[in-house]
Structures are given as structure tokens and as C-alpha cells.
């Protein structure tokens, strides 16, 4: 059991993340000093994953406070809301990022002294609990295969894109130590192959057999036999259990639905967002068409062609088996399962 994959330390009073860009080719780790550098990393996918992307913003607030209270120690708790804001505008699906700035900016309001110390140790709370989460995710999510059988995944919902261990690698992760996993399948990915380069290159760490497929691959895998679950973690949950997640996500739920393969949705409650009623609210991230249309800095299209990049999409909560959270487990989600989940 490799549990070393942590992608984020706070070190020598800085913050430092592994480049996640040139995973597993190069294994570098890049160090921040102030707000403004941590928020260009997480739009530039230094660092990525929705939980990975809320801790990191943490770690900024802290860099943020340390920053503000040097200029003025009467007026810091003013001049951190630039940073703040830059911090919250870095991408916009992933929920986790505004629930950590959220959770700092409460942290803040407390504080009358020096800030650092209070928000680095919140911080660091934030990134433990995250770790802690999904542990308990991995048990629950593990219980819920009841026979041997191989998996598909898409993305990377690892150690590398949370605290550490992962929501969906965390779930099989567990599944693979109780011996409940035969195989795991994991999408490429395009345009980012967060599938091949990271996914894959966390399963090897730990023997667990890991198979690519191309995008597109697995309704043909599903239809030859040996998958009982899609395993996947999640950027924003609605309040009706509709699930954005990377794109190709909703196509491969589809798939799941057509040949009697099981959806499972790992995420920690930190992912849900119970401000928004359904799916059709998310806020859905457009990048660059260069990510599509270029490979490895090159271009690979057709001159003239574009690029549609939309880079998550929202799968249905009536396509979803189950949603498990750190607080237990929603199989065949609906608005008020999810109410009672989040006791409100
Ligand atoms: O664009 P990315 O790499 O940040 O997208 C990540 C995903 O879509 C993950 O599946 C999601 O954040 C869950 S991570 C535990």
C-alpha cells in the first residue's frame, strides 16, 4: 500500500505542489510564495482535482495573509480580498475551491493577531480532513462491490487530486486491498490524459493491474463482459444529485446504464453544493481550444478546424447508483436524499 502520494506540503514556510503537467515523465516539485503564483498554478493544472484544488487555495490564504499583514497590520484583513478574489477566479467548476475560501474567510473574521499561524493550522486541518475522508470514502465505497469484478474509471480522482488516496482510486484502492478487484480500466482522458499519465501511474505505484482505453473505448469493454462499476469522483455535486465531472463522464454513464453496469460517485461532502438545485446550474469550465487542437506544444488539427474544450459535463443524478461521501452513502440520489445526507 503506497499511501506516499501526497500532492501538496507546506515546507521552509512556503507552499510546494508536484507539477502534475509532466507527471510521470518528470517527477518536479514547484514552490509558491505568494497568492497570485498559487492561483496561475491551479488555472494552469500544476495542480488539479477538485479536493487538491481547495486545499491549495487554503495554503494561499495563508500566503495571502502573510503578504496583507506585512503592508499593514491594521488594515491586512482589506487587502487580502484582491488575493481572495484571485484565488476564487482560478477555474470555476470545482466547489471545493469556494468551500475552502469560505471556510478560510470564516477564519479570518476570528482573527486578531498575527494571521498566519491560526490560518496555516486551519489549513493544514482542511488538508488532513481531506485525507481522513477519504479513507472512510475508500471503506464505504469498497463494501458497496459485493463480487470480484474489473472497473472503469475516468480521469484522476487519486492521491494526486486530493489530499491524498483519492475518492474513486481511494474506493478501489480499498476494493483492491479486500481483494474485490480484478482490473482497473481507465480512460485516456483528452486533452489533459490526466487517465494515462496519472490514474495509470498511481494504479502501477501499487501493482494494481491498470488497462488504458481511448476515450470512447469502454461501451465496446462494457459490452464484452467483467465490469461491475464505473468509479468516479466528482467537481461540484448539485442538490438533487446530479454530478459535473470531467468531460466524457456523462457518456460513460450512459453506457453503464445501457449494458446493467453500476455508476458510483466518490466525493467528500466539501463537493456538494446544496445552493444549487439541479445540474443545469453548474457553472461548466471552458478552456482554450489549443488544449485540443495541440499535443505536446504541437499542432496536431486540421488548420481551420476549432475546438469546442468544455471540460466537465453533468451527469444525471437518475443515471448515478450510488454517491458516496465521508457521511455515508446515497444510493439512487434524489433532492431529498440529499437533504437528509447534509442534515439541513
Ligand atoms: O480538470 P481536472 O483535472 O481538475 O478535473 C478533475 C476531475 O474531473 C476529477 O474527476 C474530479 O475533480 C474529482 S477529483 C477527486
Redesign the pocket.
Given at each position: 500500500m503506497n499511501d506516499a502520494i501526497i500532492p501538496i506540503k507546506w515546507e521552509n514556510d512556503q507552499l510546494q505542489l508536484i507539477d502534475q503537467r509532466v507527471l510521470p515523465q518528470e517527477y518536479n516539485w514547484l514552490s509558491y510564495n505568494d497568492a497570485p503564483s498559487v492561483a496561475q498554478a491551479i488555472t494552469d493544472?500544476v495542480v488539479?482535482?477538485?479536493?487538491?484544488?481547495g486545499i491549495t487555495a487554503a495554503f494561499g490564504v495563508v500566503l495571502a495573509a502573510r503578504a496583507a499583514y506585512e503592508q499593514s497590520v491594521s488594515d491586512w484583513k482589506n487587502i487580502i480580498k484582491k488575493d481572495m478574489d484571485l484565488l476564487a477566479a482560478s477555474?470555476p467548476t470545482?466547489v471545493n475551491l469556494f468551500w475552502a475560501l469560505e471556510r478560510m474567510g470564516l477564519c479570518i473574521h476570528t482573527i486578531d493577531t498575527n494571521p498566519v499561524p491560526v490560518l496555516l493550522s486551519e489549513a493544514q486541518k482542511i488538508h488532513e480532513e481531506d485525507i481522513q475522508a477519504n479513507k472512510t470514502m475508500g471503506d464505504l465505497g469498497a463494501s458497496l462491490l459485493k463480487d470480484k469484478c474489473s472497473v472503469i474509471t475516468?480521469?484522476?480522482?487519486?492521491a494526486l487530486?486530493?489530499g491524498g488516496y483519492?475518492?474513486?482510486l481511494g474506493v478501489i484502492r480499498s476494493a483492491w486491498r479486500e481483494g474485490k478487484i480484478e482490473r482497473v480500466y481507465a480512460d485516456e482522458t483528452r486533452p489533459?490524459l490526466?487517465g494515462s499519465r496519472l490514474t495509470a501511474w498511481e494504479m502501477v505505484q501499487e501493482n494494481i493491474p491498470v488497462t488504458l482505453l481511448c476515450d470512447g473505448a469502454s461501451a465496446h469493454r462494457m459490452k464484452q463482459g467483467g465490469i461491475g462499476w464505473v468509479i468516479?469522483?466528482?467537481?461540484r455535486i448539485a442538490g438533487n444529485g446530479d454530478v459535473a465531472?470531467?468531460i466524457g463522464?456523462y457518456h460513460l454513464a450512459i453506457a453503464a446504464k445501457y449494458h446493467g453496469v453500476k455508476v458510483m460517485v466518490?466525493?467528500p461532502t466539501s463537493?456538494i453544493d446544496m445552493s444549487i438545485k439541479s445540474g443545469v446550474d453548474i457553472p461548466i469550465?471552458q478552456r482554450g481550444a489549443d488544449e485540443i487542437l495541440s499535443l505536446g506544444g504541437k499542432r496536431i488539427a486540421a488548420e481551420g478546424a476549432e475546438a469546442w474544450n468544455q471540460?466537465?459535463d453533468v451527469t444525471p443524478a437518475n443515471l448515478v447508483d450510488a454517491i458516496v461521501t465521508e457521511k455515508g452513502v446515497v444510493e439512487h440520489p434524489t433532492a431529498e436524499k440529499m437533504v437528509r445526507l447534509m442534515g439541513q
Open positions: 493544472m488539479r482535482g477538485a479536493p487538491a484544488i477555474r470545482a475516468h480521469c484522476n480522482a487519486g487530486a486530493t483519492g475518492t474513486a489533459w490526466q468516479v469522483g466528482s467537481d465531472n470531467k463522464t466518490a466525493a463537493t469550465e471540460a466537465f
